[in-house]
Structure formats: structure tokens, C-alpha cells
């Protein structure tokens, strides 16, 4: 052979054409699975070599075959925040970094992402309660509001989020709060035992302002509950207003919509 193909056969180009990176393919190269075949100038060093050493040929050529080292890459099973504990344990178990190796795809490091329950707008007041007395005319007068009864000193929550602007004694209502929720309207609750509340603090819906109680003009344990429009001493039916706010207090108004 002329020393011209030689050099060819010897170059760069030819040596590494089976790893030539295609532009726009991201695939890894394949891995030779048998030994790699010698030819050219690096065969007759190695045989020259094996001849002046008082080797055999095929001593040579298996003394010149590299060992191979298998290499495990683990393959993505699922999305990062869909992988549950015991798939992170699996995985956690399994090599990452080990000598020699390819490092494996870890997913042991990945947090699912905490994803906060929504934050209800407007809750019951009193759930643990039963409707005794409703919106209206009672007892030749007007009653203002919703009577729920529960056992004393069940906590009262506040049944959304706003401003505490008026919190204890209140005449008949006995021991009562008012909390302007920034709306429009207004929540009142009345005859509790206990105010937890003070004027002017913040609180959100489900807060506990108060404990259920038969202060003021009461004949037992109970809240009294009204919802004001616009301002104080305005009152509407709360049972719906609360239905139209998305919670259900059954027993006094056929909802509409």
C-alpha cells in the first residue's frame, strides 16, 4: 500500500467516522460491543512488538483488548411532581455517582412541589349547629337574623376574611362582634360566652372569633347571626346571602339563584 492511502487510512477522519455527530441529533454514540479492529500502522506496532516480547500473536491482540465496563443509564418513568415516596425510595436506592460509571439520571433530589389547598372565601359560622329561628317576623317584632344551636361553648368562626370593628358587650346581643369584610357587607354574631377577638384586628374565614353562649337577651345557648348590607343595621336574609357565597345553611329560605 502507498504511503499516501496509508496516511489516509492512519487519519483522523477515517478512524472516528463511526462517531461523526450529525448536526441536530442529540443521540449518544453506540457503544462497540466486540474488540476494535487494528489496522495500518498501529496493527504491525503491536505485532512487531509481540514478536520482539516472545508473544503469540493472539496473546497480543487479547492483551490489546480494552475491558469493557457496562454502563446503566436509568430511563425517566415519570414526571417530577407526579413521583410518589415509594418511586424517590427506588430510585434513591440506586447508583449515582459511582466510579467508572456514567452517572445515572437521579430523581432522589427532586421535591414535589407542595401545592397549597385554596383558601375558602366564605365558610359556615357555626357548622357543628342546627337552625332553630330564622329571618323574620317572630314574636311581633323582627328578628334579624339566624339562630344556629350547638353545644356551649362550641368555637364561632369568623365566616370570611376582613376587619374586627367592634368586638364585646352589645346590649341584647350580650357578648358580640362585628367584622366589616371589605365588600360591602357586614357579619354580626351575637350571645357568645366568650369574644376572642379584639377591634380592629384582621382575621380570615374559619377563624375562631369567639365560643357559642347565651349572653344578652337569650333563652340558651346559641349563635345569633346576621349580615348587613352596606352598614350596620341594614340586615338581609343570611342563609342566602351565605348560598349565594357558596355556603349552604338549610332549613329557613328556599335558595334561589
Not at 364585646?168 to 362585628?178: I, K, M, R, S, T
Not at 337577651?217 to 351565605?242: A, C, M, R
Request: charged share 15%; aromatic share 6%; net charge neutral.
Amino acid at each position: 500500500m502507498s504511503d499516501r492511502f496509508r496516511s489516509l487510512e492512519d487519519s483522523p477522519a477515517v478512524q472516528h467516522r463511526a462517531f461523526r455527530v450529525v448536526p441536530g441529533r442529540h443521540r449518544a454514540p453506540r457503544t462497540p460491543v466486540g474488540p476494535p479492529v487494528l489496522g495500518g500502522r498501529a496493527r504491525s506496532v503491536i505485532l512487531t512488538a509481540a514478536v520482539v516480547a516472545g508473544v503469540g500473536v493472539a496473546g497480543a491482540a487479547a492483551g490489546a483488548t480494552p475491558a469493557h465496563t457496562d454502563v446503566t443509564v436509568r430511563t425517566p418513568t415519570a414526571v417530577y411532581t407526579d413521583l410518589v415516596p415509594s418511586a424517590v425510595e427506588e430510585l434513591a436506592a440506586g447508583p449515582d455517582q459511582t466510579p467508572g460509571r456514567v452517572p445515572t439520571l437521579s430523581y432522589a433530589r427532586v421535591q414535589r412541589k407542595n401545592r397549597p389547598e385554596p383558601v375558602a372565601r366564605w365558610v359556615n359560622p357555626l357548622p357543628e349547629a342546627s337552625v332553630t329561628s330564622c329571618f323574620g317576623p317572630r314574636w311581633g317584632r323582627m328578628h334579624e337574623g339566624v339562630d344556629l344551636a350547638a353545644p356551649s361553648g362550641t368555637p364561632i368562626r369568623a365566616a370570611g376574611a376582613g376587619v374586627v370593628v367592634a368586638a364585646g358587650p352589645a346590649d341584647g346581643y350580650g357578648n358580640a362582634v362585628l367584622i366589616d369584610h371589605g365588600n360591602g357587607y357586614l357579619t354580626h354574631y351575637g350571645h357568645m360566652s366568650v369574644v376572642t377577638v379584639i377591634a380592629g384586628q384582621k382575621v380570615v374565614a374559619g377563624q375562631q372569633i369567639g365560643n357559642e353562649g347565651s349572653t344578652g337577651h337569650s333563652t340558651g345557648p346559641h349563635l345569633h347571626f346576621e349580615v348587613h348590607d352596606g352598614h350596620y343595621k341594614n340586615p338581609i336574609e343570611p342563609t342566602q346571602w351565605l348560598h349565594e357565597h357558596g355556603v349552604d345553611i338549610p332549613g329557613c329560605v328556599t335558595f334561589t339563584n
